[in-house]
């Protein structure tokens, strides 16, 4: 299985073995990968986590978007791109979508987590220990 499917998944299982909060994933069908969070998942208390999931040498990419009529990249990890994304799911699924909903009110709520997960590998593709932090955003 490529290094990129194995840190999804080791994300899984370090979020709940280091935080021990319970949440279940959250399945989101947007054509691609691109324009939306790797992962998403809901705590049983209402927190919304959204996951940015990179392997091996992958690094934080960016994305262009608007800051005040002026267009900027963002990278990943910053306010302004992971409002572009939330921004991206309203446009594809609409606001009604039930995800998109939760997400916003999350957002509202001051429960929305924004969370990197880092799966090293070595160059003879062993798995080194996963790095979960979570983005300093409000």
């Known amino acids: 299985e490529p290094a990129e499917f194995r840190s999804e998944h080791i994300m899984e299982a370090k979020g709940i073995i280091e935080n021990q909060v319970p949440y279940k994933k959250l399945d989101v069908h947007i054509p ?16 919304i986590y959204v996951v940015e999931c990179k392997g091996g040498a992958s690094t934080l990419g960016g994305r262009m978007v608007d800051v005040n009529g002026k ?8 306010k ?3 409002d572009s994304i939330i921004e991206n799911m309203i446009n594809k ?11 916003l009110d999350a957002r509202v709520m001051n429960k929305l987590k924004y969370v990197y997960i880092q799966q090293p590998v070595t160059n003879l593709d062993v798995l080194e220990n996963p790095v979960l932090k979570q983005f300093d955003i409000q």
């Open 71 to 78: 267009t900027e990249v963002a990278q990943q990890g910053s």
């Open 80 to 82: 302004e791109y992971r």
């Open 32 to 47: 691609g990968k691109q324009g939306q969070f790797d992962r998403i998942y809901e705590g049983y208390d209402g927190t």
């Open 93 to 103: 699924l609409g606001a009604d979508n039930a995800i998109v909903d939760k997400i």
